[in-house]
């Protein structure tokens, strides 16, 4: 007998670890704080767009976004510190607990999303960077540009400038400097690493924190089709020099098939009703966009075991070894 899609998914986790003192519920993970020091990272089969989360998960999308981050926090951290201890679950990520800046480092190299759509609007001024004259849409910046956001629990996050963050005093002038020296070193790495697989890293937003001991780390999830765009390398500058679209490796799709059914978060207007086949072709999406990015195959979890059982073992086992 065929599983069920919500059988085969993780929509929400429950658990009580050993001196834990805290549980917060995001829009896409779950994460357990243990005794103030670290962090249990359960990435689930939820997945949002336009700020809401949709009513049913998309089985291997919580396996595929957390192997996605731990294959870029691995191969980066030779140049940026991250918060990751281990990976001991497909699902799960353990790492150093910080106090998260109320910021994300959203770093763009090409005119793409919310950027063109704002100089399509006539605006040259984005968080306070001026854009050059004369560009049309997916054409490459001269350099990389940093348009940070504010970090919001709830609703849209909000653009704003490096002179405002400091003006306010959200962020120290010292702490800022190295967040933005880490976010071109990030990006130049993950773009190094696309160019390999084929691929443009066209922007992406990375978040920091600092320790108890005031060092800053990368934390959350890097490089993921949830955080990030990539476009195809081959053919780029063909249908830029046409004026075609370019191809893109995200989760775009998502957003482009909830917006032709009706939807874009606005009040007022109904989430369209998911049906199994379309969340089955999420699945192989999510999965395809896996194996691009990171050259690996995908090893799909087929366990006849319950899922949140065999997450929850694997996260005792491994604190039995943490140092509480």
């Known amino acids: 007998m065929a599983k069920s899609i919500e059988s085969q998914s993780i929509a929400s986790s429950k658990f009580t670890f050993p001196k834990q003192t805290n549980f917060y519920k995001g829009k896409v993970r779950d994460v357990y704080s243990i005794e103030d020091k670290y962090l249990v990272m359960v990435t689930t089969d939820r997945i949002s767009a336009f700020d809401h989360v949709l009513p049913r998960p998309i089985p291997s999308k919580g396996q595929v976004l957390n192997q996605i981050a731990a294959y870029f926090l691995y191969r980066t951290k030779d140049v940026v510190p991250n918060w990751v201890i281990d990976t001991p679950d497909p699902n799960v990520t ?19 999303g919310h950027a063109w759509r704002t100089y399509k609007a006539g605006k040259r001024i984005l968080c306070g960077v001026q854009l050059p004259e004369g560009l049309k849409q997916h054409d490459r910046f001269p350099t990389p540009i940093i348009t940070p956001t504010t970090k919001e629990d709830e609703g849209h996050d909000m653009d704003i400038s490096r002179e405002e963050i400091l003006r306010q005093g959200i962020v120290s002038k010292e702490d800022y400097e190295m967040m933005e020296q880490y976010t071109y070193k990030l990006f130049e790495r993950g773009t190094e690493m ?20 005031d060092r800053i780390l990368l934390i959350d ?40 059914n009706g ?62």
């Open 94 to 112: 353990i790492g150093h607990r910080c106090s998260p800046f109320p910021i994300e480092m959203v770093i763009r190299g090409y005119l793409t």
């Open 194 to 213: 696309a160019a390999e697989r084929g691929l443009i890293l066209v922007d992406t937003k990375y978040e920091f924190g600092k320790t108890r001991d």
């Open 221 to 260: 999830e890097i490089h993921t089709p949830d955080s990030s765009r990539y476009f195809y390398l081959d053919g780029y500058q063909k249908r830029q020099d046409n004026g075609e679209n370019q191809k893109q490796l995200s989760k775009e799709f998502v957003r482009e098939w909830l917006m032709e």
């Open 263 to 324: 939807f874009q978060g606005k009040e007022g207007q109904q989430m369209p009703n998911m049906d199994d086949n379309f969340i089955n072709l999420v699945t192989e999406r999510y999965i395809d966009l896996y194996e691009r990015i990171t050259g690996l195959e995908f090893q799909k979890n087929n366990a006849e075991h319950d899922i949140l059982e065999r997450i929850e073992q694997n996260i005792l086992n491994f604190m039995e070894n943490l140092t509480l």
